[in-house]
Structures are given as C-alpha cells and as structure tokens.
C-alpha cells in the first residue's frame, strides 16, 4: 500500500509540473498575440536585463520585466532582452554556497529563457575566458578583491554586494569557498562585460530596464550603461501584493519624490488607517513573504522587568546582507558598528532597558543570515548586561507594543521606523532608509550629531515627537502603497507551491494597453513621456 506522505508528495509534483506546463503555454500563446498586434517598432531599443531573478519558473521580478516589455512593444518600442547562456560561472541564484564546485544549474535557466523570449528580440552571452585576468586574480586574497578594478572597471566593487547576498554576511572570511565565489564572480563579470559593452555599441540604446541594480551582474550593466551616459531603470518589488516598483533612481533605496503640496484626503485617511490595522496586528505580505505567521503579546515577565528601569528603548535592527545596507551606511560603518557602539551606550545608561530585536526575515528558510544579530549578541556577551535584553527573530512579539511603550525607538534602516512615526514615537536612525529624506525620523547629519542626539534623548525627562513626522510618516506610506507601487494582479497571480513566484493569468492582450492598466500606464508613462512611475490617481 503507497504511504500516504507519499502519495502527497506525489500528488503535489504531478500537480506542480501541470501548472508549470499550463503556465509555459500561456507565455507562448501570449507572446504570439502581442506579436500580431504590436506597432511596428521605431527608434532606438530598451534593453532588458534580469539574470538574477530566477532559475526556473517565473519569479515576481521576472514576471514585471517581461511584462513591461510587453507593453512597451505593444506601443511599437523595440525591446532586446539581454540572457544568459551559461555567461556566469556562477550566476548568484546558481550559487551552491555549501559546495562552489557544484554544476550551475543552467540547463532549466536556459530552458525558462527560451519560453519567455521565444517570440522576441534577444542578444545571447556566453563565458569568455581571459588568461590575463586569470593570472591576475590567482595571486589576490580577499583584501585585493575589494578594491580590485580591471582596465577600468570596479570589478571586486560591483559582484561584492552580491557576495555578502550570497553568503548572507556582512563581513566575508578570508576562506576558500569564499575566495572561489568572490573570484567567480569578477570573471564572470569581466566576461559579461565584454559581451555587454559590444551590445551597447551595436544597439545605442535609449535605455536599459534591470532587475535590482545592485546585484551583480545587473549592477555591472548599469554602471557600464551610466558611464556612457544610457538612463537605467530599475525595478524591484513593490509594497502591494504583485506590485512592482520601478526608478530611474535605485530600486533597492526606494526614495520616492513626494510633492511638497500632496496631503492625504479623508477617504484616503481612512484608506490607510484600514491598511495599519492589519499591518499592526502583522497581516501583511513582502514579496509573496509572510514575515509574521503569528504574533505574541508581551509577557508578564517582559512587563515585570521592564518596570525595573526608568525607561526603555526598542531597537530594531535589519539583515546585514539586505542590498538596501549598500545605502544605509552613512553615520556608521555597517549595522554591527552601530550594534557595538550601543552597548557601550547601554553600559553608560543602566536605567534604561535597550531591548534588541533582531529582524523576522533574518531567520527565514532558505535565506538565513550566516552572520546575524543572534551571532552578535551571542559573541558581545548580552546576555549578561543586566539592561540590555534580545528577542531572536523567531520570536513573534509584537514590536507594536514595545513601540507604544518606549521612550523613543532605535533603528538601523529598517520600515518599523516608519511605522513607529506613525504611531507617535520619536525615532532616531543611524542608517539611511527609503524616508529619512522626507523628514518621517530624526536621521543626524553625522556621527558627532548622532551621539549627541542619543544622550540628549536619554537624559530628556520626557521627549515628543515633532508632530510633522506623523504626518509625513502617513504621506510616505500612502504614496509608497498606492502611487509607487504598480500593481500587477491584472496579469499575475501567486504560484500555489513557491513563495515569491507567479502564475500568468489567462488575460486579453489588450489589458496590457495603458489605457486599460493603470499599472502599464505608469509605467509607459515613466518610459516614454518623462513620467516618475508613479500611479497619477489611487491605486
């Protein structure tokens, strides 16, 4: 008789490969469609890049960008997709961070690639070797790596932020799977350069359209793109479900230019106070992610203790190797920098109880951080600084509660902040996040004006925010909910076994015309006509 997890287990894969199959068949009969009915292309190209948005199956970002390259043919835009043909050795998703030597799996890459750009205009790079730079990098420790630049190009800069993603950490270990991966990546990047650059020359594009921006290889492309003077846009995922977030700043910083006279209405009040209802009680999605599976009250015994100083502080850290970290260290070094210079505060302040909690996504399946406030805390000795207590990621407190009850909140550059504004907290940050430019937290010039503005928050009897944080807390959030994130759901709908992938829907391909998608309206409106991306009314 077939066990029964088992025959589940079965069940699922049989079903899984169906949807996938069902999936493939729309994106060919799709493309087929649009071509028929585009406008005959003119001008200079779009060039897509996305290479790090998947393997297999269509990712959120993957689904955006093909999207979008859609409605741009539709308007007659050409539109060349640059992919990968086994040209990264390793790609970042192809990294095996157990054993660099395993085979990058490229052959269900290749085959995604082949049914998404069937029916289009598509440039293919391969790996080129180069003897030269090989004999170069055979002699560099890691120290070398992350200045290193060749003929030019940064290249031990631009692949570093995907060798922390990759390895989830900050700081790297001077080992050799990480010297193997950090060295794949330059010659990985030097090949992709070589390839793009030739691109470029060919096509003159108008602009260049990539996943992240950050992530290398992307961020090879828009730094080679932007040293010729090509506007690069960049996308990420947006703060709806199935919404993107598209810029001709950085995605990964996710600053919104907000107008000076935009001031929310009472419908859109109400709007957002339904949305905080839910958000405050942790019903809320990132990426397909849930971060909060549940969330707990405060503990009599966290209460009790508590009560045993004069005040307390919350502090909120995030994931060291986030690629938004790329902007955040302005006043500190990086996160753990801060960390440390907060104890020696804490040590300075025994009435006042500093309870770190480190970030729910720090401790997420699949991407754990291999070097994480848990470690941290663990190596400094918290635990025995009698003012000082940890709540690990896995812990689902309500952060909610330690906000209402605070003296003021801490943060790196993490969204709470925000949050905290919005709730009436005084917050101070040490890292700039997506809304310290709009005056949502007290964010200090430099580290002198940092520490002074933390003792002084310390030592004030009783401290009030200024009450146009709240307010432009509110705009913030509401603008980022409803203006800047271009919701997709018209088109995508969430794959029923893989977190953060999609599904095309079965939809008329005319939807996909701005004057029927509010969401390719923006879009198109920011390609072509000097738009910001922005929805012009509530989404």
């Not at 955006?64 to 990968?84: D, I, K, N, T, Y």
């Not at 440039?123 to 090989?134: A, W």
């Not at 800047?484 to 709908?493: P, R």
């Amino acid at each position: 008789m077939l066990n029964e997890g088992l025959f589940k287990r079965v069940r699922n894969k049989l079903a899984l490969s169906l949807d996938e199959i069902d999936n493939k068949a729309r994106i060919r009969k799709l493309a087929e469609i649009i071509n028929e009915n585009k406008k005959p292309a003119q001008g200079q190209a779009v060039i897509f890049f996305n290479a790090s948005t998947r393997l297999s199956r269509l990712s959120l970002n993957a689904g955006f960008s093909r999207l979008a390259s859609w409605a741009l043919e539709l308007q007659g835009v050409p539109v060349v997709h640059f992919v990968c043909q086994r040209g990264l050795q390793p790609c970042v998703l192809g990294t095996n961070r157990k054993d660099e030597r395993l085979r990058t799996p490229c052959h269900t890459c290749i085959l995604e690639s082949e049914i998404l750009f069937e029916d289009s205009q598509s440039i293919n790079f391969d790996f080129s070797e180069d003897h030269v730079l090989e004999s170069v990098l055979e002699g560099l420790d890691l120290e070398d790596l992350y200045d290193f630049t060749h003929l030019g190009i940064p290249l031990g800069a631009l692949v570093l932020p995907a060798v922390r993603w990759i390895l989830r950490r900050h700081h790297l270990g001077d080992d050799e799977m990480t010297l193997m991966i950090y060295k794949g990546y330059v010659r990985s990047a030097w090949s992709f350069t070589q390839h793009f650059e030739k691109a470029l020359d060919e096509l003159a594009p108008r602009a260049l359209v990539v996943y992240n921006g950050v992530l290398y290889p992307e961020g090879v492309a828009k730094w080679l793109a932007q040293r010729r003077g090509i506007r690069v846009v960049s996308h990420e995922v947006g703060f709806q479900p199935l919404s993107a977030y598209f810029t001709d700043g950085d995605a990964t910083a996710y600053d919104l230019d907000i107008p000076a006279d935009f001031a929310l209405d009472e419908s859109q009040n109400e709007r957002l106070d339904n949305y905080l209802r839910k958000r405050f009680q942790g019903d809320f999605f990132m990426a397909g992610v849930q971060f909060w599976p549940e969330m707990s009250q405060l503990s009599p015994a966290f209460l009790a203790k508590a009560r045993e100083f004069r005040q307390v502080v919350p502090v909120f850290t995030n994931v060291i190797f986030d690629t938004s970290q790329v902007h955040a260290n302005l006043i500190f070094e990086h996160m753990f920098a801060w960390l440390d210079n907060l104890l020696e505060v804490a040590k300075a302040n025994p009435d006042t109880l500093f309870v770190v909690r480190a970030h729910p996504d720090e401790a997420r399946e699949g991407k754990a951080s291999e070097e994480s406030v848990a470690d941290w805390a663990e190596s400094r000795g918290v635990e025995k600084l009698p003012n000082v207590l940890f709540i690990p990621p896995h812990e689902f407190i309500n952060s909610y509660d330690l906000i209402r009850m605070a003296k003021f909140v801490m943060i790196y550059n993490s969204t709470i902040g925000m949050e905290a504004s919005i709730l009436g907290a005084t917050v101070l940050s040490a890292g700039k996040a997506r809304f310290t430019a709009s005056n949502v937290v007290h964010f200090p010039a430099d580290r002198k004006a940092y520490d002074q503005t933390l003792q002084d928050f310390l030592n004030a009897e009783n401290l009030s925010a200024p009450p146009e944080h709240k307010i432009n807390a509110r705009r913030f959030l509401y603008y980022q909910l409803y203006r800047s994130s271009l919701v997709f759901d018209a088109f995508l709908e969430q794959d029923k076994y893989w977190q953060g992938y999609v599904m095309l829907k079965d939809f008329d391909w005319q939807s996909l015309l701005p004057q029927n998608s509010p969401a390719i309206q923006a879009f198109l409106d920011g390609m072509l006509a000097n738009g910001n991306f922005m929805l012009k009314e509530d989404a």
